[in-house]
């Protein structure tokens, strides 16, 4: 199989006689990255896989829709970062109702997907208790060593209060480990 750059697949997009290929390509090339990208905010395996799923789906009903004014993995980015805040928003929403939710450390080591540290999922566990927003900014910018003007594109937020959201992120972080020591 063919390795494309995104400035193909893209225009395979754009074009409806090779859209359907063009998609494919997109699927095969990206579903991965958007995967890790997904993982890092959502944390668990099996919602990682639903959202993943999801934008694929809602950015194929909305292929029509799609100007080729940005990169395919941009578009594609952002569309899963929505639909992970979303499934966030639905899950604070059921827990809030379900009070006897296990916590992210306990439900991240018992994750057979997950392969991180106790630390790590302490990690986690702190940062799940950050805003959604925050949260999100965080992970990209940490994990992801994105620079401010992309997380800016992604998420249609100034540079500004990417950095403001970025240091008191930083801070809780840092609260929740010094009240653990």
Known sequence: MEILNDQQIRQMLL?????????????????EQLYWLVRKIV?????????VQNTFL???NALDTFGGDSKVLTW????????????????????TVNDAEPSV????????YFDGSETEALLQEAIAQLPDVQ?????LRYFDEMKYSDI??????????????????????SEFFKLRD
């Open 15 to 31: 074009n409806r006689d090779t859209q359907r290929q063009g998609f494919e390509a997109a699927v095969r090339q990206y579903g």
């Open 43 to 51: 944390l668990t395996h099996d919602d990682a896989n639903d959202v």
């Open 58 to 60: 809602k950015a194929w």
């Open 76 to 95: 594609l980015s952002r569309i899963a970062i929505n639909e992970s805040l979303d499934l966030l928003r639905r899950n604070k929403h059921r827990q």
């Open 105 to 112: 450390y306990n439900s991240l080591l018992a994750d057979p």
């Open 135 to 139: 949260r999100t900014v965080f992970q």
């Open 152 to 173: 800016s594109q992604l998420l249609g937020t100034s540079e500004g209060a990417l950095k403001a959201s970025y240091h008191i992120a930083v801070k809780k972080i």
